[in-house]
């Protein structure tokens, strides 16, 4: 698949913005400091979205991680 493929349900982010594409979530994450881009939470989503792409993984994982990346600070 590509990376253009959308997720079933956006994904919100602070300030109002949105995710649409698997695309749009893989530059999301390139553009975090280094260091939060290493955390273990953004590695998964990062892994996951790569697996989607390539149609290794299914695309609900990808939106998975990304929602356990971004809130990764709520319990």
Do not use: C
């Not at 280094?34 to 697996?51: F, R, V, Y």
């Not at 609900?60 to 991680?65: E, F, I, K, M, P």
């Amino acid at each position: 698949m590509p990376w253009s493929r959308a997720f079933e349900d956006p994904i919100a982010l602070p300030k109002g913005r949105q995710l649409l594409t698997l695309d749009e979530a893989a530059a999301y994450i390139m553009k975090l400091p280094k260091g939060e881009q290493n955390l273990p939470k953004w590695q998964a989503a990062t892994e996951a979205l790569i697996m989607a792409a390539e149609d290794r993984g299914p695309l609900l994982h990808a939106r998975v991680g990304m929602l356990r990346a971004l809130n990764r600070h709520v319990v």
